[in-house]
Structures are given as structure tokens and as C-alpha cells.
């Protein structure tokens, strides 16, 4: 068979081909990867849920949802204000620990921040 006459199979090809560019830049820290310290508010939850980090990193919460949101970190005795849609709010965390938080405007929403 020629390839020429087979536009499906160039077709299926160049999804391929994209896909796995996809991948890799995933895998090897492309342009996608987050940041050590990101956590992202999307549709009412953080993103990651637990988010390992070193002590010294500064964590910064972005909210992507169409509504506003706060941190509260009880045991640091910590809240951000409001933070409105694309708006974010950092923390550097010192000591080693595990350190909860929740969104002080809708408290069925947690995560957590563990620093080794």
C-alpha cells in the first residue's frame, strides 16, 4: 500500500505525532509542567490536593474559578483575603510539617501542604 492514497492514515499519524509531543513535554518539564509550589482553585477544589514541597518553598494559590475564594491555614494562624478570578495569594512555609487549609468562603473545600 501507498501511503499517498491513505489520508487516514496521515491523519491518525498527526494525532499521534501530537500526542506524544504532548507527552513528553509533560514528562520532561516542558512548557505544561507546574511550578513546585503552584496550587490551582478550579471548579471548587485545589489542584494538587496534597502538594509535597522542601522547606523554604512559597507556595501561591491561583483561583481559576469564576468566583472568589480565600485561604485559611489554621494551624499558622494565616488567611488571605479574597481572592477574585485569575487573582492568587502566597505563603512560604519554614518548618517541616503538614499544614491543612481551606477556603474560608466555602469550607467543604481542602487541601494540604506537607514541607519535609
Known amino acids: 500500500m501507498n501511503d499517498v492514497f491513505e489520508p487516514d492514515l496521515w491523519v491518525r499519524r498527526r494525532v499521534l505525532r501530537s500526542a506524544l509531543g504532548a507527552a513528553g513535554l509533560a514528562?520532561?518539564?516542558g512548557a505544561h509542567a507546574e511550578e513546585p509550589g503552584a496550587v490551582t482553585i478550579d471548579n471548587?477544589?485545589?489542584s494538587p490536593a496534597v502538594l509535597?514541597?522542601?522547606a523554604g518553598t512559597e507556595?501561591?494559590?491561583t483561583?481559576?474559578?469564576?468566583?472568589p475564594?480565600?485561604?485559611?491555614?489554621?494551624?499558622?494562624?494565616?488567611?488571605?483575603?479574597?481572592i477574585d478570578t485569575d487573582g492568587s495569594f502566597s505563603y512560604r512555609f519554614e518548618k517541616p510539617g503538614s499544614y491543612g487549609y481551606m477556603c474560608g468562603l466555602h469550607p467543604h473545600m481542602k487541601g494540604?501542604?506537607?514541607?519535609?
Open 27 to 29: 514528562v520532561f518539564g
Open 44 to 46: 471548587f477544589t485545589f
Open 52 to 54: 509535597p514541597i522542601k
Open 59 to 61: 507556595v501561591t494559590w
Open 63 to 67: 483561583n481559576h474559578d469564576d468566583i
Open 69 to 82: 475564594h480565600s485561604i485559611v491555614l489554621p494551624t499558622l494562624n494565616k488567611r488571605s483575603k479574597t
Open 112 to 116: 494540604k501542604v506537607v514541607v519535609s
